[in-house]
């Protein structure tokens, strides 16, 4: 049972460099999603993915890209990494679109320090 | 202003306590609510979800949803230590379809 699984789960980045955060899921779940969790912020919703070949901005995308390589994969990258972008990220998915209340599913998270 | 404003706590209560955590919201077409719980460096999972105005129970929890006052409530009776975790709470709907709008959430810490 597999579920969500995002790697890395631990990275220091440096400020300028990129990196790529990878996600896949084994549910064939159409909806994808990457958030970021922040103290005091909650999670934020970064980019969406409501199905193969589609992704839409969230609450907070700036500095971000994100591609959906086919149903499993959503990856999200950061071009050049800033400290304001340290925090822990997760990827998600669900059936269809989260908000009909189909259950969203959350992967363990990854833990990002720029520096 | 957020669109979901929860109470960050931290709440700490003994064993067996009845908890209450409240969220407003100030979206009018969010029609779907959510409770997630986080257990400490893990991923949110899915507690309880309501649609529309309403109580729904689940064993020892109980998801209370007032959109005329817009009050998103979770109560936990009879709580136990392995309740100690962040709630989040959750709406969706109308042109946020198919997104969460997360509150900050509340970390909860019930002592033996």
């Known amino acids: 049972n597999a579920g969500v699984t995002q790697t890395p789960k631990f990275q220091v980045l440096k400020t300028g460099q990129s990196m790529t955060l990878q996600c896949a899921q084994d549910?064939?779940?159409?909806?994808m999603y990457w958030y970021r969790q922040d103290p005091g912020m909650g999670l934020r919703l970064i980019y969406y993915s409501a199905s193969e070949g589609t992704t839409d901005k969230g609450e907070v995308p700036n500095g971000y890209n994100v591609s959906r390589l086919n149903k499993r994969e959503f990856s999200l990258r950061l071009e050049s990494a800033a400290p304001s972008q340290t925090s822990v990220y997760f990827c998600?998915?669900?059936?269809?679109?989260?908000?009909?209340?189909?259950?969203?599913?959350f992967g363990e998270g990854s833990w990002l320090t720029v520096v | 202003q957020k669109e979901v404003e929860q109470d960050p706590g931290p709440l700490s209560v003994p064993e067996g306590a009845i908890v209450s955590l409240n969220c407003t919201y100030s979206n009018s077409a969010f029609q779907y609510f959510m409770w997630y719980r986080q257990y400490s460096r893990k991923g949110p999972e899915l507690l309880m979800y309501?649609?529309?105005?309403g109580n729904k129970e689940d064993g020892r929890f109980t998801a209370q949803v007032d959109k005329s006052s817009k009050y998103i409530s979770l109560f936990i009776r009879d709580s136990q230590p392995s309740d100690s975790a962040t709630y989040l709470c959750a709406g969706a709907g109308g042109t946020s379809y198919g997104k969460l709008t997360f509150g900050q959430g509340t970390i909860l810490t019930v002592h033996p």
């Open positions: 998600a998915s669900s059936p269809v679109g989260g908000g009909s209340g189909n259950t969203i599913y």
């Open positions: 309501t649609y529309s105005s």
């Open positions: 549910m064939n779940h159409n909806s």
